[in-house]
């Protein structure tokens, strides 16, 4: 369809090909839009390469990254964002947690915990080696910020309920300091984006800028 927009969705930790909201948008947003979702690895590395090659194939519209996802889609510079539940301290964290796995058994402890769904879902292995290289891509990621130059579009959606909130996983302040006043909303529901405020936040919001 000529007039098709193309929008390129990045998962987060865990999630894949049948993630729930892109699932929604595909059913939502009807024709003339085309949503992009394809699984990729949890090596922060080989997935900044896979979603670049996806970003030139596809040529997206738009780009929006969910939860931990959101790091590798600010990093595809030249477009605008939308970001649902960004987890741009998850990287931090991961450094805390690769100095944990030098004791012995935490790798597959970790591996364990955080199991993802079956089906079409990104595997997910805590080695020393993945997880520290988590750090270089996250400063790539920033440096496509407003705080460093970028002209990029960037609008965010935090869930008041969202319990990754409390750790400072997801952080509004954190937000604030590299994207500026005045680029996200608050809703009412947890860091999984709840369908009615897909319907009346996410979606309206991609139709306003893709018409």
């Known amino acids: 369809m000529a007039d098709e927009k193309t929008i390129l969705y990045v998962h987060g930790m865990g999630g894949g090909g049948d993630s729930r909201i892109p699932s929604i948008l595909r059913d939502s947003l009807g024709s003339g839009f085309r949503v992009v979702i394809r699984t990729y690895d949890f090596n922060p590395q080989i997935a900044r390469r896979q979603i670049s090659g996806w970003a030139e194939e596809v040529k997206p519209d738009l780009v929006i990254g969910e939860s931990m996802g959101a790091t590798h889609a600010i990093a595809l510079r030249g477009y605008p964002h939308l970001l649902v539940s960004p987890s741009l301290n998850a990287p931090r964290y991961f450094r805390i947690m690769a100095g944990l796995v030098r004791i012995p058994g935490l790798t597959a402890f970790f591996d364990r915990h955080y199991h993802p769904k079956e089906g079409d879902r990104q595997a997910l292995h805590f080695d020393r080696k993945t997880l520290l290289e988590w ?40 937000w604030r300091k590299y ?29 306003s800028m893709l018409k």
């Open 135 to 174: 750090k270089p891509v996250l400063e790539d990621s920033l440096g496509n910020t407003p705080l460093n130059g970028s002209n990029d579009y960037f609008h965010a959606f935090f869930g008041t309920k969202d319990h990754f909130r409390r750790s400072g996983v997801v952080s509004v302040k954190t």
């Open 179 to 207: 994207f500026g006043e005045g680029t996200w909303t608050i809703y009412d529901g947890t860091h999984f984006m709840e369908e009615e405020y897909i319907q009346s936040l996410l979606i309206p919001k991609i139709r």
